[in-house]
């Protein structure tokens, strides 16, 4: 468990504690001053995703599955009120505080309290709600695990038959699961408990929460009416936790990462001793197209000497993939830092008026022989060398100047991607929100490192000096402070463009 989630479940301890709603449906009243101080802070952290008016239907939807809630449809999956109920405020602010895992809906706990609620109050005036929640359904608290909790678990999951569902062993499969469908008609799958991403948290009194609740627009039902006595939720609770083997993923949220100074020369290569003495920092990531496998778990180290400045990242990949044809990927990382001074603008690439600048990483290209065995390959007489046939591992065919345009399309047209000054694992960049991303010129590419494989594990170590020339680069200088952020790209997932995992924004702090 991350230490954050500590601060957080004790936040929401605090934010919880508000008066019990009237026996009688109230009218639902919106604090009008409240809710006006909300939609400035929802316009600059929440429209994007979710649009201005609350309807899913933002900049960065199409980007994103599952996508953003519309909230004009009354459907909230995380609440502790009945089905059909608004939620309480509370219940808002709660999602805002640990983010839904599963999903894009990150962790925006740091935003103060005020802002959370006022956030809440503002997206309950766009639900079109006309009446309070009536009342709380009543929560049994949970006991601690023990294996008697869990086998009367493993019965209660029988006898409400959760496994036509969820599987006998809790992994989404089963022999209902293909037939499921949301509110709008769409295909949905079960929860795959074995992966530890839970809806609304995976501690026992949030499973409790979401199988007396239901889930709001799927084909989880609230159980409330139909358990027969209130040791079965827990149990249950117990039992489904259980699947996930004690793993309970959360979204990224924020923190801090230390760069320290190192004692001699920044380390150039993962191989350095020196990085076996720096303490990783955990980061949580977020699939921006969630295709039901686990969260992407980040490692990172940094170390400086006053000159230069070297990050490490690790994270796990069972395969290493390299782009070899139109229909495979590669596996690839990024860092993105803030250049504005005000504050960062989204954690997605940037905006206009508020760059980001991106070092970028990603596999080699594999050989197309060493692809396909035995394919034929074009020789290029004009090239000005002949391609070497005999062994692999060729050096890249260079054209003449006078078949550029005829024969190379894409590098004529001024396609970066193309250009063989830009043919380089890490790469220097820059954008100002979606589709905009923009390589650095040759002349400007400072960025380096060092990749590596083994295991089922990358490790990549991106390397600069913390000052740079460049007017669009990131000035890392000691003793300050820089907005940073993450994307991870896994070719195997089909992972591209903006199909990747990424974080919020966390602060890397230079000593």
């Not at 316009?43 to 201005?52: I, N, W, Y």
């Not at 921006?288 to 400086?304: K, M, W």
């Not at 060092?450 to 990131?474: C, L």
Request: with cysteine.
């Amino acid at each position: 468990m991350f230490p954050r989630r500590v601060f957080l479940l004790a936040a929401w301890v605090l934010l919880s504690a508000v008066a019990a709603p009237p026996a009688w449906a109230a009218p639902l009243k919106i604090d009008p001053r409240l809710a006006e101080r909300g939609k400035a802070i929802y316009a600059r952290e929440c429209s994007v995703c979710h649009g201005p008016a609350g309807k899913g239907d933002g900049e960065a939807s199409y980007l994103l599955f599952p996508a953003p809630r519309d909230f004009t449809t009354k459907m909230f999956k995380v609440r502790t009120t009945p089905p059909g109920e608004a939620p309480q405020r509370s219940d808002i602010v709660r999602v805002l505080l640990l983010g839904l895992p599963g999903s894009t809906m990150p962790s925006f706990v740091s935003l103060p309290e005020s802002d959370l609620r006022a956030v809440a109050e503002y997206v309950l005036s766009l639900t079109g709600f006309e009446n309070e929640p009536a009342e709380f359904v009543k929560i049994p608290k949970a006991p601690p695990a023990t294996p008697e909790w869990i086998a009367k678990g493993k019965a209660a999951y029988a006898k409400y038959e959760c496994n036509k569902c969820h599987g006998d062993k809790g992994d989404g499969k089963g022999p209902s699961a293909a037939e499921l469908k949301d509110y709008a008609k769409r295909p949905i799958r079960p929860n795959d408990y074995t992966r530890g991403v839970f809806k609304g948290g995976g501690d026992p009194q949030s499973i409790i929460t979401r199988i007396m609740t239901g889930i709001e627009g799927t084909p989880m039902p609230s159980h409330a009416e139909v358990l027969e006595k209130q040791e079965d939720v827990i149990a249950l609770a117990h039992y489904v936790r259980q699947f996930s083997k004690g793993r309970d993923f959360w979204q990224p949220s924020t923190g801090v990462i230390p760069a320290r100074r190192t004692q001699g020369k920044t380390p150039l290569r993962m191989s350095d001793s020196q990085w076996a003495k720096v303490i990783p920092t955990p980061i949580p990531m977020m699939q921006l197209y969630n295709d039901g496998r686990p969260p992407i778990e980040l490692s990172v180290r940094a170390l400086h000497d006053e000159t230069r400045i070297s990050i490490l990242l690790e994270w796990d990949d069972a395969t290493l993939d390299r782009m070899g044809s139109v229909n495979t990927f590669g596996d690839a990382v990024a860092i993105q830092f803030s250049l504005g001074e005000k504050d960062p603008p989204l954690f997605v690439m940037g905006a206009r008026d508020n760059l980001v600048n991106i070092w970028h990483w990603t596999a080699p290209s594999a050989d197309v022989e060493a692809t396909y065995a035995g394919m034929a390959v074009d020789d290029y007489p004009l090239a000005g060398q002949p391609y070497p046939r005999r062994a692999m591992g060729h050096p890249n065919i260079v054209a003449s100047r006078a078949t550029r345009p005829p024969f190379i399309s894409a590098w004529a047209a001024g396609n970066p991607i193309s250009s063989p000054g830009l043919a380089r694992p890490f790469m220097d960049l820059n954008a100002g929100g979606f589709g905009t991303l923009q390589p650095q010129g040759p002349k400007d590419q400072n960025v380096q490192g060092q990749a590596r494989w083994a295991g089922g594990k990358w490790r990549v170590v991106f390397t600069r000096t913390m000052e740079s020339p460049g007017k669009q680069d990131a000035q890392l200088l000691a003793g300050s402070i820089h907005p940073i952020g993450f994307a991870v790209w896994d070719g195997a997932r089909r992972d591209r463009n903006g199909q990747k995992s990424v974080t919020t924004w966390y602060k890397l702090r230079i000593e």
